[in-house]
């Protein structure tokens, strides 16, 4: 049985963890959960809005100039050391 029910004991540190005290009900683990986190039905509630709102960042990044980089080398060389490895093993 995976759902019975059971009080289960709860240990937390940190952000909302004195929502998780002691012993309580497998069910309501997940419900807290979600509040502390505004997920599901909780997304809406007051204090999560400055949680949810996302700020766009425009990153720049570096144009290509044709000439490969060095972890394109490193990542070859790790591929062709697999493959001698898988041959010669």
Request: aromatic content about 14%; overall charge positive; charged content about 15%.
């Amino acid at each position: 049985e995976t759902h019975g029910g059971e009080d289960v004991p709860v240990y937390a540190r940190g952000p909302w963890s004195h929502l998780f005290i002691g012993t309580m009900e497998q069910h309501t683990i997940a419900h807290k959960m979600a509040y502390a986190a505004c997920w599901g039905a909780y997304k809406d509630r007051n204090g999560c809005q400055s949680f949810i709102k996302s700020t766009t960042t425009k990153m720049a990044f570096p144009k290509p100039n044709g000439s490969p980089s060095i972890s394109t080398f490193n990542f070859i060389r790790i591929i062709i050391l697999f493959l001698l490895i898988l041959v010669f093993v």
